[in-house]
C-alpha cells in the first residue's frame, strides 16, 4: 500500500498578508500617495495651460489699438497735486494702472482727453484699477483753468503735475500723449504711442482684458 501523495502548503505570501489591526496596508499607502501626487500634477499642468491662453486673449483685446510691449521697473517721479501734495505712484501699488502723459499745449492731448475722460468714467467703480493723467506742464496755474474750459472739472481722472518738464521721456517717450499700462506691482506692461480713442469699446475691453 502506497503512501498518499503529499501536499505542499504554501507559506503566507507577506506582501499580500493581512496587515495587522491597527496597521495600514502599505500598497493602500501607497496607492494613496500615487493618487495625490498624480493629482497635483495634472492640476498644476492645467494651470500652467492656461497662461498662454489667458495672455492670448489680452493680447488679442488690445490688438486694435496697436500697443507697443514694454517691461521693467517704472522710473520714479516726482509728482504733485493740482495744489501742490506730493504724490508718489508708489501709492497707487495694487492697481493696474492707465498712465497718461499730457500737458495744456498739446493739440493732439486735448483731442484725446475726453476719450480718456470716458475710460476714466467706465472704470470708476473698480477699485483694482486707475486711470491718471500726468501733466507736464511747467506753469501748474494753466491746468485748473484749462480742465474747466474742458469741462473736466469733475473728471474721475486722477490728474497730476511732474515738476519735471522731461518726465515723459524718463519713461521713455519723446513726444506726449503717450499712455502706458502698469501692473499692480509696478512693472511696465505696454505702451500706447500718440492719441488713442480711450472712451470707445473696444479700448474698454483692452483695459479690462489687461486688469483682469
Known amino acids: 500500500m ?7 502548503i504554501p507559506a503566507p505570501d507577506p506582501i499580500r498578508s493581512k496587515p495587522a489591526p491597527g496597521r495600514l496596508d502599505p ?4 496607492a494613496m500617495i500615487t493618487f ?3 493629482g497635483g500634477l495634472l492640476v498644476f499642468g492645467f494651470a500652467q495651460a492656461l497662461v498662454p491662453a489667458v495672455e492670448a486673449q489680452q493680447g488679442a483685446a488690445c490688438r486694435p489699438l496697436t500697443p507697443t510691449p514694454k517691461s521693467g521697473a517704472i ?7 493740482l495744489d501742490g501734495t506730493p504724490v508718489s505712484l508708489d501709492e497707487f501699488r495694487g492697481k493696474f494702472l492707465v498712465v497718461n502723459f499730457w ?7 486735448t483731442r484725446e482727453w475726453p476719450d480718456l475722460h470716458v475710460l476714466g468714467s467706465r472704470m470708476a467703480e473698480r ?7 500726468i501733466s507736464v506742464d511747467q506753469e501748474p496755474e494753466l491746468i485748473a483753468p484749462y480742465l474747466e474750459r474742458m469741462g473736466l472739472t469733475e473728471t474721475p481722472v486722477r490728474v497730476l503735475r511732474a515738476k519735471a ?35 470707445k469699446a473696444k479700448a474698454v475691453r483692452c483695459v479690462e482684458a489687461s486688469a483682469g
Do not use: H, M
Open 127 to 133: 477699485d483694482d484699477v486707475a486711470v491718471i493723467a
Open 2 to 8: 502506497q503512501d498518499p501523495p503529499s501536499v505542499l
Open 103 to 109: 500737458a495744456t499745449w498739446c493739440e493732439p492731448c
Open 27 to 30: 500598497l493602500a499607502v501607497a
Open 36 to 38: 495625490v501626487l498624480v
Open 165 to 199: 518738464a522731461d518726465a515723459q521721456q524718463l519713461w521713455g517717450s519723446e513726444k506726449i500723449p503717450d499712455t502706458y499700462f502698469v501692473s499692480p506691482t509696478g512693472e511696465f506692461e505696454a505702451v500706447f504711442v500718440n492719441v488713442r480713442e480711450w472712451g
Open 75 to 81: 522710473p520714479d517721479l516726482e509728482l504733485e497735486e
